[in-house]
């Protein structure tokens, strides 16, 4: 019953979001906005279409080296070359990396790096039972959701944020494991 619940709530709530919210209807409204411009080949500066051309880019460095990747030192160095192939009108300051945490491994590790860190991030909540634990769980799911629409951990300050959240969970969580 509470899991129904959950579920029930977890499809309402965006909706009743979007009726009660006038500043997510104009979200929306301006992403509609944005993917017409990058339609019709006018999105150069709008954040969603920047987005798009990032994902492109990375895909074509995917098709040329699938298994491997292309080293995850060069990836910014190689996207920005494919930004100068294909898409010379932007500005050099203005070409993005992959804006998705597994497309960036994707890109420069290739399918076996991107299987590892799947593994890795599996073996978090699989290891000493973690999906158990609510601090942990909501952390890697808040992680997982961030990963899709930014390359969170291609930074030292996504490692930082990564490590001391995860490591306060895990930290708790033995505490905790001690004291029963």
Same mark, same amino acid.
């Given at each position: 019953?509470?899991?129904l *619940?959950? @579920?029930v709530?977890?499809?309402? #709530?965006?909706?009743?979001?979007?009726i009660?919210?006038?500043?997510? /209807?104009?979200?929306i409204?301006?992403?509609?906005?944005?993917?017409? /411009?990058?339609?019709?080949?006018?999105g150069?500066?709008?954040?969603?279409s920047? =987005?798009?051309?990032?994902?492109?880019? $990375?895909?074509?460095?995917? =098709?040329?080296?699938p298994?491997?990747?292309?080293?995850a030192?060069?990836? +910014?160095i190689k996207m920005?070359q +494919?930004? #100068?192939?294909?898409?010379?009108?932007i500005?050099?300051?203005? =070409?993005?990396?992959?804006?998705?945490?597994?497309?960036?491994?994707?890109?420069g590790?290739? @399918?076996?790096? @991107?299987?590892l860190?799947?593994m890795f991030c599996?073996?978090?909540?699989?290891?000493?039972?973690?999906? +158990?634990?609510?601090?942990?769980l909501s952390?890697? &799911?808040?992680l997982? *959701?961030s990963? @899709?629409?930014?390359?969170t951990?291609?930074? $030292?300050?996504?490692?930082?944020?990564f &490590?001391?959240?995860l490591?306060v969970? &895990?930290?708790?969580s +033995?505490r905790?494991?001690?004291?029963l």
């Open positions: 019953i509470v899991g *619940f959950l @579920l709530g977890l499809f309402t #709530a965006p909706i009743l979001a979007f009660t919210m006038p500043s997510i /209807q104009t979200k409204a301006y992403m509609k906005y944005d993917f017409l /411009q990058y339609q019709e080949g006018k150069l500066g709008y954040s969603d920047e =987005r798009i051309h990032s994902l492109q880019m $990375a895909k074509y460095l995917i =098709r040329e080296k298994l491997l990747g292309v080293g030192g060069d990836v +910014k920005h +494919k930004y #100068a192939e294909f898409l010379p009108q500005k050099a300051s203005e =070409r993005k990396m992959p804006h998705n945490e597994f497309v960036s491994i994707l890109v590790t290739g @399918l076996i790096g @991107l299987v860190f799947i599996s073996g978090l909540l699989l290891f000493n039972q973690n999906y +158990k634990e609510p601090l942990i952390f890697l &799911l808040i997982f *959701f990963f @899709l629409v930014e390359n951990i291609e930074n $030292a300050l996504g490692v930082a944020f &490590l001391l959240f490591l969970g &895990l930290n708790y +033995k905790k494991n001690l004291m």
